[in-house]
């Protein structure tokens, strides 16, 4: 039972670039979230979803994109990559209450 | 503004002794409170819950207390361990909101041997 996967674990993209962030959840969760973490920020909620075909924003939306074409995956897009999105982001799945994550991307752009 | 708040970054304490993390929040509408634990280069991992009907829920070393009329939490580690050296994040849920997680800033814990 793999959980939350995450593709890549590192990545480094020059500023302007593009790249897709894949999660993957075999729980059969119907919600799924993407996080950023930042030194001394916690972890702050960039987009959701609330089950198949939907999308939502979170607290620091902009920059970035997102789809849910399948359940058990949850896209995330960076069209244009600026040195502010250099962070951890996290993936993470829920049934109910508790959100289960990945092991994280660190992503830095240069 | 930050809805969940950490006030304390970081916590120094003797192994075997009481780790006392508190936690703050301002959104009358979260319903369930959680705490997780975060190692280095790993997600982080759910470690206790409390709804908010309840004021306190325990499993084995760790408790959490709910003080609902101060929009205050607090998590108890009883006795501190050296592989609880981490960094806690107190997390609120919205139900309303597609159950998203509204966490903290974190505090990092070191348990000295």
């Known amino acids: 039972n793999a959980g939350v996967t995450q593709t890549p674990k590192f990545r480094v993209l020059k500023t302007g670039q593009s790249m897709t962030l894949l999660c993957a959840q075999d729980m059969n969760h119907e919600y799924m979230y993407w996080y950023r973490q930042d030194p001394g920020m916690g972890l702050r909620l960039i987009h959701y979803?609330?089950?198949?075909?939907?999308?939502a924003k979170g607290e620091v939306p902009d920059g970035y994109n997102v789809s849910r074409l399948k359940k058990q995956n949850f896209l995330l897009g960076l069209e244009s990559a600026a040195p502010s999105q250099t962070s951890v982001y996290f993936c993470?799945?829920?049934?109910?209450?508790?959100?289960?994550f990945g092991q994280g991307t660190r992503l830095t752009v240069v | 503004d930050q809805q969940v708040k950490q006030n304390s970054p970081s916590l120094s304490v003797q192994e075997g002794r009481i780790s006392i993390l508190n936690c703050d929040y301002t959104n009358s509408m979260f319903d369930y409170f959680l705490w997780y634990k975060k190692y280095p280069a790993e997600g982080p991992t759910f470690l206790i819950s409390?709804?908010?009907?309840?004021d306190k829920n325990e499993d084995g070393r760790f408790t959490v207390f709910l003080n609902k009329s101060a929009k205050h939490l607090s998590l108890h580690i009883v006795p501190s361990q050296p592989g609880d050296s981490a960094v806690y994040f107190c997390?609120?849920?919205?139900?309303?909101?597609?159950?998203?997680?509204?966490f903290g800033g974190g505090t990092r814990v070191l348990v000295k041997p």
């Open positions: 993470a799945s829920s049934y109910s209450t508790e959100a289960f």
């Open positions: 409390i709804s908010s009907i309840k």
């Open positions: 979803s609330v089950g198949e075909g939907t999308t």
């Open positions: 997390a609120a849920r919205d139900k309303a909101a597609g159950n998203k997680l509204t």
